[in-house]
C-alpha cells in the first residue's frame, strides 16, 4: 500500500462558465473547491479549476474564445452557472461541452440558475426550454451557499463512482445526463465534434 507521498494523484478537471455577473459566486465557487481539493488529498484526487479569469491575455491566432472551448477537451466536469443572461460565450462553452460530452460521454454536465427576485422576468426561458428539450434537468440555487451545497453533493456521487458513471441520480438532484435530441436544438451537426476526441 502506497503513502499518501507516495500515492499518484488523479486530476479531476472542472470547467466552469458563467457571465461575469456572477463573480462573487464565482470567487466562492473556487474558494470551496479547493478546500474541497484538500479534504480529498488523501484520495489521491486533485481538482484542478479552469476559470476565464485565469486565462493568459495574450493574442490568439484562433481567438480568445477558441482557447477556452479547448480547455473543454480535457474537462471531466463541466459546470454552467446563469442568473438574468446567457451570453454568447457562454453558451458557446455550453454547446463544446455538449459536442464533446456526444462524442465521448464526457465532461458530466451541470447547470444551475440563480434565482432571480420574485415578479421578475425570466429573461433565461428561452435558454431552459432548449435545456427542457434535451430532457436536461437543470438546478435553482437561491445563494453561493446553496450552490455548493448542491454541487458538492454530486461532486461526492461522482467520488463515490471514481468519477467513471455518467448515469441519472436516483434522486431529482437537478443535475442530469443530457440526450440525444440535441441535434434540433443546437444543431450540434453542424460543429466539428471530430476536433473533440
Same mark, same amino acid.
Given at each position: @500500500?502506497?503513502?499518501?507521498?507516495?500515492?499518484? @494523484?488523479?486530476?479531476?478537471?472542472?470547467?466552469?462558465?458563467?457571465?461575469?455577473?456572477?463573480?462573487?459566486?464565482?470567487?466562492?465557487?473556487?474558494?470551496?473547491?479547493?478546500?474541497?481539493?484538500?479534504?480529498?488529498? #488523501?484520495?489521491?484526487?486533485?481538482?484542478? $479549476?479552469?476559470?476565464?479569469?485565469? !486565462?493568459?491575455?495574450? !493574442?490568439?491566432?484562433?481567438?480568445?474564445?477558441?482557447?477556452?472551448?479547448?480547455?473543454?477537451?480535457?474537462? #471531466?466536469?463541466? *459546470?454552467?452557472?446563469?442568473?438574468?443572461? *446567457?451570453? @454568447?460565450?457562454?453558451?458557446?462553452?455550453?454547446?463544446?461541452?455538449?459536442g464533446q460530452f456526444k462524442s465521448t460521454?464526457?465532461?458530466f454536465i451541470f447547470t444551475y440558475f440563480?434565482?432571480?427576485?420574485?415578479?421578475?422576468?425570466?429573461?433565461?426561458?428561452?435558454?431552459?426550454?432548449?435545456?427542457?428539450?434535451?430532457?436536461?434537468?437543470?438546478?435553482?440555487?437561491?445563494? *453561493?451557499?446553496?450552490?455548493?451545497?448542491?454541487?458538492?453533493?454530486? $461532486?461526492?456521487?461522482?467520488?463515490? #463512482?471514481?468519477?467513471?458513471?455518467?448515469?441519472?441520480?436516483?434522486?431529482?438532484?437537478?443535475?442530469?445526463?443530457?440526450?440525444?435530441?440535441?441535434?434540433?436544438?443546437?444543431?450540434?451537426?453542424?460543429? #466539428?465534434?471530430?476536433?473533440?476526441?
Amino acid at each position: @500500500m502506497c503513502t499518501p507521498e507516495q500515492q499518484i @494523484m488523479k486530476k479531476i478537471k472542472i470547467f466552469l462558465a458563467s457571465s461575469i455577473e456572477l463573480k462573487p459566486e464565482r470567487e466562492r465557487f473556487e474558494i470551496e473547491i479547493y478546500r474541497k481539493c484538500k479534504s480529498w488529498f #488523501d484520495k489521491g484526487l486533485f481538482l484542478h $479549476l479552469d476559470i476565464w479569469e485565469d !486565462m493568459s491575455a495574450r !493574442m490568439s491566432l484562433t481567438g480568445s474564445q477558441s482557447e477556452y472551448n479547448n480547455l473543454l477537451k480535457d474537462a #471531466d466536469l463541466f *459546470v454552467f452557472l446563469a442568473y438574468s443572461k *446567457v451570453g @454568447m460565450y457562454t453558451e458557446e462553452e455550453f454547446e463544446h461541452a455538449f459536442g464533446q460530452f456526444k462524442s465521448t460521454h464526457k465532461p458530466f454536465i451541470f447547470t444551475y440558475f440563480k434565482t432571480p427576485p420574485e415578479n421578475t422576468e425570466d429573461t433565461l426561458a428561452h435558454f431552459k426550454q432548449k435545456l427542457n428539450e434535451l430532457k436536461h434537468f437543470y438546478a435553482n440555487f437561491n445563494d *453561493v451557499n446553496d450552490l455548493w451545497n448542491q454541487f458538492n453533493k454530486e $461532486l461526492d456521487r461522482l467520488e463515490a #463512482d471514481g468519477f467513471t458513471e455518467n448515469k441519472r441520480p436516483e434522486k431529482n438532484s437537478g443535475s442530469t445526463i443530457i440526450t440525444q435530441t440535441a441535434e434540433k436544438i443546437y444543431n450540434i451537426d453542424k460543429i #466539428d465534434t471530430a476536433t473533440f476526441s
